[in-house]
């Protein structure tokens, strides 16, 4: 039984490396631009479609592809806000619906691209870390938890040390007041878009390997990305980390001793008993910052 539980703590922490990546992306473009990306799901597919056409077809270092994967994904970022968002900055429910377009385009592009069967891609690496019998950790699955530990540490220190992230707060805090000190909102948007969907992609990219890519895989990934942003607090990126923690751990132990369908009740539950004890989440407060 213990060892059960501890091979069950380490899947969730390799899901909670992942959904935390997405949900800090989506988190982090919300609160710097104020709008809903629906097609956030869409940019993991684009990274993990990313490694079957670089590394699985044309055979390139799986890092290579993952680093191009995040170059490209955050290019998709910069399109997205230069021709949906920008235009629509001041009805952030045309920017919402225009993300659901977006969505759709990515997933027909997909499905003209690679058809809508399942890719299969190579392993990166065979290699497992063995802690007894039952107990064991891929190392792709661990390259996916380091990738997310460094990651997160960078945009860290990227917002609290640096004078492009105290921008991005500003702007996030008081839009208005970051212009009048001479902020430009427009270019801080470009880096929170750029950031928010490289960071979908590479968790796209990183797990691609370990999860069936096809057109239609970010719908899950975007609901479990709302229901983290809600419970942690819209606007709150410790909040999306550390209820990616608690939702991970929630959803994989009723998984592994239950059912996956209840898991996802579960996650829904837990959502809907936040909402009613604390409106804005664990960790998020009445305004958006």
């Given at each position: 039984?213990?060892?059960?539980?501890?091979?069950?703590?380490?899947?969730?922490?390799?899901?909670?490396?992942y959904?935390?990546?997405v949900?800090?992306?989506?988190?982090?473009?919300?609160?710097?631009?104020g709008?809903?990306?629906?097609?956030?799901?869409?940019?993991?597919m684009a990274?993990?479609?990313?490694?079957v056409?670089?590394?699985?077809?044309?055979?390139?270092?799986?890092?290579?592809?993952?680093?191009?994967?995040l170059?490209?994904?955050?290019?998709?970022?910069?399109?997205?806000?230069?021709?949906?968002?920008?235009p629509?900055?001041?009805?952030?429910?045309?920017?919402?619906?225009?993300?659901?377009?977006f969505?759709?385009?990515?997933?027909?592009?997909?499905?003209?691209g690679?058809?809508?069967?399942?890719?299969?891609?190579?392993?990166?690496?065979?290699?497992?870390?063995?802690?007894?019998?039952?107990?064991?950790l891929?190392?792709?699955?661990?390259?996916?938890?380091?990738?997310?530990?460094?990651?997160?540490?960078?945009?860290?220190?990227?917002?609290k040390?640096?004078?492009?992230?105290?921008?991005?707060?500003?702007?996030?805090?008081?839009?208005?007041a970051?212009?009048?000190?001479?902020?430009?909102?427009?270019?801080?948007?470009?880096i929170?878009?750029?950031?928010?969907a490289?960071?979908?992609?590479?968790?796209?990219?990183?797990?691609?390997?370990l999860?069936?890519?096809?057109?239609h895989?970010?719908?899950?990934?975007?609901?479990?990305?709302f229901?983290?942003?809600?419970?942690?607090?819209?606007?709150?990126?410790?909040g999306?980390?550390?209820?990616?923690?608690?939702?991970?751990?929630?959803?994989?132990?009723?998984?592994?001793?239950?059912?996956?369908?209840?898991?996802?009740?579960?996650?829904?539950?837990?959502m809907?008993?936040?909402?009613?004890?604390?409106?804005?989440?664990?960790f998020?407060?009445?305004?958006r910052?």
């Amino acid at each position: 039984m213990l060892e059960l539980l501890a091979q069950t703590g380490l899947n969730a922490v390799y899901a909670a490396s992942y959904i935390s990546l997405v949900a800090v992306g989506l988190v982090l473009i919300f609160g710097v631009m104020g709008v809903v990306n629906f097609a956030h799901g869409e940019l993991f597919m684009a990274g993990a479609y990313a490694i079957v056409a670089l590394y699985a077809k044309m055979h390139v270092p799986f890092f290579v592809a993952v680093a191009i994967g995040l170059v490209f994904v955050g290019c998709l970022g910069l399109l997205m806000e230069r021709a949906l968002f920008r235009p629509l900055k001041d009805n952030p429910l045309g920017g919402l619906v225009a993300s659901i377009g977006f969505l759709m385009i990515l997933q027909a592009l997909a499905v003209m691209g690679f058809g809508v069967r399942m890719e299969h891609i190579p392993p990166v690496t065979q290699e497992v870390i063995q802690f007894s019998d039952k107990v064991r950790l891929p190392v792709a699955r661990l390259y996916v938890i380091v990738a997310s530990v460094a990651l997160l540490s960078v945009l860290w220190y990227f917002l609290k040390r640096t004078k492009f992230g105290w921008a991005l707060r500003a702007s996030a805090q008081d839009p208005e007041a970051a212009a009048l000190q001479g902020i430009s909102i427009t270019q801080t948007a470009k880096i929170a878009m750029f950031i928010g969907a490289g960071l979908a992609g590479i968790a796209g990219a990183l797990t691609a390997p370990l999860v069936s890519v096809n057109p239609h895989m970010g719908h899950s990934v975007i609901v479990t990305a709302f229901i983290v942003i809600i419970v942690g607090g819209v606007g709150s990126l410790e909040g999306a980390i550390i209820a990616s923690v608690a939702y991970a751990f929630v959803h994989t132990f009723v998984t592994t001793f239950y059912d996956g369908v209840l898991a996802d009740i579960t996650g829904l539950c837990l959502m809907l008993i936040v909402l009613i004890v604390k409106p804005t989440g664990l960790f998020g407060s009445a305004d958006r910052a």
